[in-house]
């Protein structure tokens, strides 16, 4: 489900990635967040910007990643809806 911060963090990353650099992290955030508001292009595009730059990336590698970051249980539920995300978006569980 959307939430309000769905259309703040499409804003932030759109003019994250604007800046021509090539962090990852930003277009994984804008394709969950396009998937969760059921923009279903938009993020399939986005996906594919992530795996240019991280080619063979996994949801399930991203998880283990952003885990292994923090242990703070806050930041877990969110990393973990912004992984859902990315699997709504379409990239590959394994």
């Excluded at 990353?13 to 508001?37: E, I, N, P, Q, Y």
């Excluded at 590698?61 to 990315?86: L, P, W």
Aim: proline share 1%; with cysteine; glycine share 8%.
């Amino acid at each position: 489900m959307s939430d309000g911060r769905d259309t703040a963090t499409i804003e932030w990353c759109l003019k994250s990635v604007a800046t021509g650099k090539t962090f990852w992290h930003a277009w994984a955030d804008l394709a969950s967040a396009h998937a969760w508001r059921g923009q279903t292009a938009a993020a399939a595009t986005a996906v594919a910007e992530v795996l240019k730059l991280r080619p063979g990336l996994t949801a399930t590698q991203m998880a283990e990643e952003g885990f292994a970051h923090s242990d703070n249980a806050t930041f877990r539920k969110e990393y973990q809806r912004i992984v859902e995300g990315v699997r709504r978006a379409g990239l590959s569980e394994r």
